[in-house]
């Protein structure tokens, strides 16, 4: 067997893996303390936060989940209040997604706890932060993926 120059811990994509897999365990885990939701149904709310009433393919195609997964995720949060779906009113083959009064509710106080988790997150990296967020929001640019 012969060892290659290959480096998997220093491999980019494998280190922003771990990373990513890290930090989204840890606020899901205060976020599934606090609502009992998984990490796609927060997806879906946050998402539909910040678009209002959208298809599950926008959503498929936003936070990079499959449809499949999306469509469960709105099916639980429909069932406990969260989102009301419909059909789409331009496209009858798609339903539409809309959080209710208690899905917003509950988007304030996860807004909350996001915005807790980054500033926690930020001060760990101190000074890094900044030019952290502009190459990470560079390289998460739609169609260079």
């Known amino acids: 067997m012969t060892q290659s120059d290959f480096n ?6 494998y280190q922003f893996n771990v990373v990513a897999g890290r930090l ?6 205060r976020y599934r303390e606090r609502f009992g939701i998984s990490v796609a ?3 879906v709310v946050a998402h539909l ?3 209002g009433t959208v298809s599950v393919r926008e959503i498929h195609e936003r936070v990079d989940m499959d449809k499949s997964k999306v469509s469960r995720a709105a ?15 331009t496209d009858k083959r798609l339903v539409d997604l809309t959080l209710t009064e208690k899905g917003r509710a509950m988007m304030t106080e996860l807004a909350e706890l996001a915005n807790a988790y980054q500033a ?7 000074r890094d932060a900044a030019p ?13 993926g």
């Open 8 to 13: 998997l811990d220093s491999f980019l994509p």
């Open 24 to 29: 989204s365990r840890q606020f899901a885990r």
């Open 41 to 43: 149904e927060w997806r």
């Open 49 to 51: 936060s910040q678009s």
């Open 75 to 89: 099916a639980r949060l429909e069932a406990a209040g969260y989102l009301t779906k419909f059909r789409s009113e």
């Open 120 to 126: 926690e997150v930020l001060a760990q990296l101190g």
């Open 132 to 144: 952290l967020q502009r190459q990470l929001t560079r390289l998460a640019k739609p169609g260079e």
